[in-house]
């Protein structure tokens, strides 16, 4: 029987008690219909923001009139992808990034002291996060997609986010990764959200898988 590389998932599992922006409601499940009292079937019903877990943020997140979540290319989320090892700084600027890129690398994921707080149950607002100047050295990069470990790319600060700069950059985020089993280096990123109309963002399922397994043309 062929033998076929492991995927990583970087995905967090969806759960009551799951640490969640503040503000933005947490994730809650109930049963509406339950075998053990009878019914014919389990069935769950679901209630959480669209910026839950993992998630894919769409421009339409801070910008007016601009694209949601239904208008997501896979092109975009799924292809050749650098996890990159930033450590235990806190802010993600430019001066850390040059050099580290991948020559032609699209798609960037950083691999911070954040994937730990998942286990901690609370928001943490020391996480780590992409400044300013960071963002607009992407840009100038040509990346195409950035994702991080934690809730959001951008500072706790409202003055100091990022969100607006990339999105309107057409750089697509993505966020509420856990990269403590993906060791640094390049990937096949598969990611794939949900299809939600006219919604700013939706929950996804990615997953890093060994180089060459996608065989997309980059667009």
């Not at 409601?25 to 109930?30: D, G, L, T, V, Y």
């Not at 943020?57 to 007016?64: E, G, N, R, V």
């Not at 951008?154 to 089993?181: C, F, K, M, Y």
Request: aromatic share 8%; proline share 8%.
């Amino acid at each position: 029987m062929t033998q076929f590389p492991p995927w990583i998932d970087i995905s967090v599992t969806l759960h009551p008690g799951l640490v969640a922006w503040p503000g933005d409601p947490s994730f809650a499940i109930s049963r509406v219909a339950e075998l053990a009292a009878g019914d014919e079937a389990n069935v769950s019903a679901l209630s959480f923001c669209a910026h839950t877990g993992t998630h894919l943020d769409a421009p339409s997140h801070f910008l007016p009139d601009a694209a949601g979540i239904e208008s997501f290319s896979c092109a975009v989320a799924n292809g050749p992808a650098q996890v990159v090892e930033v450590g235990d700084i806190v802010q993600i600027g430019a001066d850390i990034l040059k050099g580290k890129l991948a020559p032609e690398c699209r798609r960037l994921l950083f691999k911070t002291r954040n994937s730990v707080f998942w286990d901690e149950g609370k928001f943490r607002y020391d996480y780590t996060f992409l400044t300013s100047d960071g963002a607009d050295w992407l840009i100038r990069e040509g990346v195409r997609l950035v994702g991080i470990d934690y809730l959001s790319i951008g500072s706790p600060r409202p003055e100091q986010d990022v969100h607006a700069t990339l999105l309107a950059a057409g750089v697509w985020i993505l966020e509420g990764l856990d990269l403590r089993n993906a060791p640094p280096g390049i990937y096949d990123l598969i990611c794939l959200p949900l299809r939600i109309g006219a919604c700013e963002a939706a929950p996804a399922r990615a997953f890093l898988a060994p180089p060459g397994t996608l065989r997309l043309e980059e667009g």
